[in-house]
């Protein structure tokens, strides 16, 4: 069974500091979501992508977060500089479209994420 | 902006009850709707999901949910739990935005803990 892949599993990190999470998405899915997991919550999205096209960032911190998918099918998010409060869960999905109008019928499928600890 | 709403955010069963975790969603139009479990230890799996017809649907693991659109409710049930069920549920919707926006949002999730 595909899955989505993200590296690495966990990072520790000085306050400051750059970081970067990678994520591979099922073979074939266009679109790809990053969420935010603080303990004790639910994701919160970060950032869509559809192909290499930002869908929306409106959540984005982006004076310190960024995230690109060059060739539309791996992405990469980073953080800079990493601030204590950024410790948390980060999550990579990815979906198929399955056709209609309107609302897409997309299910999302998750990644093991990556555990981040700013110390 | 939608938001979803989970009742229990911790809930302690014995092996062999019956389960119903509520879920409401806020948002007027059309909805998505799903319920992922998160083992420990593992990632979030997709238990089941709802996008029109029938509003009973049924997932894996013996799970099933109701959407009752006058309520903007999709609640998760089982008749009778296993230790294996030990996890933590969330549910999520999504609606139709501009330009093809569709991330999810989640409820705050329920830590389900069953007792041998």
């Known amino acids: 069974e595909a899955e989505v892949a993200q590296s690495p599993r966990y990072k520790i990190t000085e306050k400051s500091q750059a970081v970067a999470f990678w994520c591979d998405p099922i073979?074939?899915?266009?679109?790809l979501y990053w969420y935010r997991q603080i303990l004790g919550q639910g994701p919160e999205l970060l950032v869509q992508f559809q192909d290499e096209s930002v869908v929306d960032d409106s959540q984005l911190p982006k004076d310190r977060f960024s995230a690109e998918r060059l060739k539309g099918v791996d992405s990469t998010l980073k953080i800079q500089p990493a601030e204590l409060g950024d410790s948390a869960m980060y999550l990579c999905?990815?979906?198929?479209?399955?056709?209609?109008?309107?609302?897409?019928?997309?299910?999302?499928?998750f990644g093991p994420g990556t555990r981040l600890l700013v110390l | 902006a939608q938001s979803v709403s989970q009742h229990n955010h911790h809930v302690i069963l014995s092996e062999a009850a019956s389960l119903e975790l509520g879920c409401n969603y806020s948002?007027?139009?059309?909805?998505?709707l799903f319920w992922y479990v998160q083992y420990p230890g593992q990632h979030l799996q997709l238990l089941l999901k709802?996008?029109?017809?029938?509003?009973l649907v049924k997932g894996i693991k013996g799970f099933e949910a109701e959407f009752i659109k006058s309520k903007f409710s999709f609640n998760l049930r089982k008749p009778s739990v296993q230790w294996s069920d030990t996890a933590e549920y969330f549910c999520a919707v999504n609606a139709h935005s501009g330009g093809g926006a569709d991330g999810l949002t989640f409820g705050k999730g329920t830590h389900l803990i069953i007792q041998p």
């Open positions: 999905a990815s979906s198929l479209a399955q056709g209609g109008l309107g609302l897409a019928r997309k299910t999302q499928y």
């Open positions: 948002y007027g139009g059309t909805v998505n």
């Open positions: 073979s074939g899915h266009a679109t």
């Open positions: 709802y996008f029109s017809g029938d509003p």
